[in-house]
T-cell receptor, first 111, second 114 residues
Framework: GESVGLHLPTLSVQEGDNSIINCAYSNSASDYFIWYKQESGKGPQFIIDIRSNMDKRQGQRVTVLLNKTVKHLSLQIAATQPGDSAVYFC??????????FGKGTMLLVSP | DTEVTQTPKHLVMGMTNKKSLKCEQH?????MYWYKQKAKKPPELMFVYSYEKLSINESVPSRFSPECPNSSLLNLHLHALQPEDSALYLC?????????????FGPGTRLTVT
């Protein structure tokens, strides 16, 4: 079936760098996308979302970009901090509130 | 209050035991979900409840039995589980299931089947 995927399983950055986590999706009918952060031993935590009628959305230190032409989603984290170390999942919703999660990217931030 | 709570945090059970996982939210959400997550894998949807009725069952084995007693509570009854059922079980809720809304996740119950 159609699914969401990620290019990089692990991303290692230095504190203060900007991080970019990528996600490819294949369901062109998906109209809502979410990025979640999951720290060890915890449930996924909402970071930011974007609907298909937008191509960019900014939050606090985070930006999500959506390119519907190539079915690509990215999460940019500015001035990455050690507390940002976690697994990041993108998820797509085809309109029925059933989320399909990507494989996840581990972000490791070194002090 | 944007919190979903789950109990217990950890559960160890034998293959002949019967146990239940509990989930609670007080955000007025009308959709609630159970997910299963294996180590280093993404969450996988098991069940969706919408307005206290089961709307989606993702072909989950009958040894997992969900229940939604009211709009704030969601249970997952476990019976005759297998060791491969060991995983993190996550509960989530969202405003409704008829559109695209953020799902809020609980911390999960770490289940070990021996």
């Amino acid at each position: 079936g159609e699914s969401v995927g990620l290019h990089l399983p692990t991303l290692s950055v230095q504190e203060g760098d900007n991080s970019i986590i990528n996600c490819a999706y294949s369901n062109s009918a998906s109209d809502y996308f979410i990025w979640y952060k999951q720290e060890s031993g915890k449930g996924p935590q909402f970071i930011i979302d974007i609907r298909s009628n937008m191509d960019k959305r900014q939050g606090q230190r985070v930006t999500v970009l959506l390119n519907k032409t190539v079915k690509h989603l990215s999460l940019q984290i500015a001035a990455t901090q050690p507390g940002d170390s976690a697994v990041y999942f993108c998820a797509e919703d085809n309109g029925y509130s059933t989320l399909t999660f990507g494989k996840g990217t581990m972000l490791l931030v070194s002090p | 209050d944007t919190e979903v709570t789950q109990t217990p945090k950890h559960l160890v059970m034998g293959m002949t035991n019967k146990k239940s996982l509990k989930c609670e939210q007080h955000m007025g959400h009308r959709a609630m979900y159970w997910y299963k997550q294996k180590a280093k894998k993404p969450p996988e949807l098991m069940f969706v409840y919408s307005y206290e009725k089961l709307s989606i069952n993702e072909s989950v084995p009958s040894r997992f039995s969900p229940e939604c007693p009211n709009s704030s509570l969601l249970n997952l009854h476990l019976h005759a589980l297998q060791p491969e059922d060991s995983a993190l079980y996550l509960c989530a809720s969202s405003q409704t299931s008829g559109g695209s809304y953020e799902q809020y996740f609980g911390p999960g119950t770490r289940l070990t089947v021996t």
